[in-house]
């Protein structure tokens, strides 16, 4: 490898949004969804020299929390 192949920034981002909805006054519901992008510039197989694809990454997040 030389110094020539790691110098390359890849732009990269993330969003997320969660609502959460109160089912008594110590138990809540959440629910959320997260998008997370690497622009062009990712290594993603065996060739690291290769390294011109981009990554979009997306989920939905749940959870619920509990007051005391």
């Known amino acids: 490898y030389t110094e020539e192949d790691f110098d390359t920034v890849v732009p990269a ?3 997320r949004a969660e609502a959460q ?3 008594t006054r110590d138990v809540a519901l ?3 969804y997260e998008l997370l992008y690497m622009g062009d510039g990712v290594a993603r197989n065996n060739n690291l020299f290769d ?3 981009e990554v979009t990454q997306h989920g939905v997040t749940f959870g619920f929390t509990v007051n005391r």
Request: proline share 0%; aromatic share 8%; charged share 35%.
């Open 13 to 15: 981002g993330e969003i």
């Open 21 to 23: 909805y109160n089912l």
């Open 51 to 53: 390294h011109d694809e």
């Open 30 to 32: 959440r629910v959320g």
